[in-house]
């Protein structure tokens, strides 16, 4: 049958135009004195175009482009989750496509040039389908004084099989920022490890993301507290399955502070998991940070080390003194504009106490949840804390002293309270084996979660 020649050029065209714009794409984003690099792997999938972000730098793969086009030589993309759009043109002669890359209202010159391989992410842990057992989403609705209902989403796993389940169900809360339900961090997913290494092992675990941003944003450690009691009762007292299980909360970092102020008031829990848990306080938790991290950084003198400890332990102590957010946002921009008025401006960016790193600290500082953190007694609450406790923790942990807070533990548990604690040498604060325990090394290390707390968890929660 005879084809019109147009009609075929039709149908090619959509096939050469992709073609030239098919495959990984890298580029570099300037960032202050630095650059991030970007990866965008493109696919041509029907007559339509697909496309996928990667952030090799912070450890971030697969994000999602919403829409791309490629038109008369012009590249455009945007991704909605991480509010960013580029558009540029491509030179046919040299291949590289030169244009603008746009988030937050700033915009960067960015160049994408061909490349023959895409970036890899290996995070052996990550668990992968199909799983050998279930998992259901759950959405509660959790009555806030203030705020309203607030959704809590989450999954739980558990055994495919009623006679596998061994009557066990763990609570997962993470720490300190917003945190998905995965505790998410430089392409590290360990609350997923954690749920599928007990599920696999018969236990049911259930992971939730924080509250949305909007609402996270106005609330404090004692709003997560009364969410995770919250979410222990409705599986103790409403969920049919786990009515006659025993419920307990494994938290990190925060998360394990947050177990304990439940513990103390809901008799429903069964038993704690503290995993790295703060219990010493917030001014000796972050005077620990900034000396510990600031060691290791051999561009910083003995002598700055020193004044940075002094200055840290004055705003500190001026929170705890401050009657409230506002006056402790006050006094604390005070002591920063002129404690740095005195640097020279390699020191402060050195320091990090240029205008923009004094707006981000006054930022935190004026946080309600900030504020409240300094006002938590964790004695009073541990006092009152009656089921087992596993608490382990990294030596080489530079976010939470393993010492002050096992000796916390130790000191302010009722006599009769069961307290197993494990201190591992090569562990950082995300109990990944490490070399120097610095956050810069979190995502360089592959390993999501030392197998060694993994056994250690089952175990103990066998024998309890």
């Not at 046919?92 to 988030?103: A, D, H, P, V, Y």
Request: charged content about 25%.
């Amino acid at each position: 049958m005879y084809r019109s020649p147009l009609i075929a050029l039709v149908l090619l065209f959509p096939f050469f135009a992709f073609s030239q714009i098919v495959g990984v794409w890298e580029g570099k984003l300037p960032v202050g004195t630095d650059s991030l690099r970007l990866v965008l792997a493109v696919e041509q999938r029907g007559d339509s175009l697909y496309a996928e972000l990667d952030s090799p730098d912070q450890y971030a793969a697969g994000i999602q482009v919403n829409t791309i086009q490629y038109r008369h030589d012009t590249l455009s993309f945007r991704s909605n989750s991480i509010g960013a759009s580029f558009k540029g043109v491509l030179n046919t002669e040299t291949g590289l496509i030169k244009g603008t890359f746009r988030q937050g209202g700033g915009k960067l010159p960015l160049t994408l040039r061909q490349v023959e391989k895409r970036w890899q992410l290996h995070r052996p842990q990550t668990p992968h389908e199909p799983f050998p057992y279930e998992e259901e989403e759950v959405q509660l609705q959790f009555p806030h004084a203030t705020l309203g209902n607030i959704p809590i989403r989450g999954t739980l796993t558990y055994p495919t099989h009623r006679h596998e389940f061994n009557g066990k169900l763990l609570i997962l809360v993470s720490g300190s920022g917003w945190q998905d339900r995965d505790e998410s961090i430089m392409g590290h997913k360990p609350f997923a490890v954690i749920a599928d290494y007990l599920t696999r092992r018969g236990y049911a675990v259930f992971r939730y993301d924080d509250f949305p941003r909007a609402q996270y944003a106005k609330c404090t450690t004692l709003d997560f507290a009364d969410a995770a009691s919250f979410v222990v009762n409705y599986f103790k007292l409403y969920n049919e399955h786990f009515k006659q299980a025993k419920v307990g909360i494994a938290g990190h970092s925060e998360g394990g502070t947050i177990a304990v102020m439940v513990a103390a008031r809901n008799k429903n829990v069964d038993f704690i998991v503290s995993l790295a848990g703060m219990m010493a306080s917030a001014k000796q938790t972050l005077l620990y940070q900034v000396e510990a991290i600031n060691q290791l950084d051999t561009t910083i003198s003995s002598s700055e080390l020193s004044e940075s400890l002094r200055i840290s332990e004055i705003l500190y102590e001026n929170i705890e003194q401050a009657k409230s957010s506002k006056e402790a946002l006050d006094r604390c921009g005070k002591l920063l504009q002129e404690y740095s008025s005195s640097m020279t401006e390699e020191q402060q960016k050195r320091l990090k106490m240029t205008q923009q790193d004094i707006f981000t600290t006054l930022r935190n500082i004026g946080s309600p949840w900030f504020y409240e953190l300094f006002r938590l007694n964790m004695p009073k609450y541990l006092k009152k804390v009656k089921c087992p406790v596993l608490a382990l923790n990294g030596k080489k942990d530079l976010q939470v002293e393993w010492k002050p807070n096992f000796s916390l533990l130790e000191q302010s548990l009722p006599k009769k309270t069961s307290l197993t604690t494990r201190a591992y040498e090569q562990l950082n604060h995300l109990l990944q084996p490490c070399t120097t325990g610095s956050p810069t090394e979190y995502g360089e290390i592959e390993t999501t979660i030392s197998e060694d707390v993994l056994r250690d968890i089952e175990q103990w929660l066998e024998e309890h």
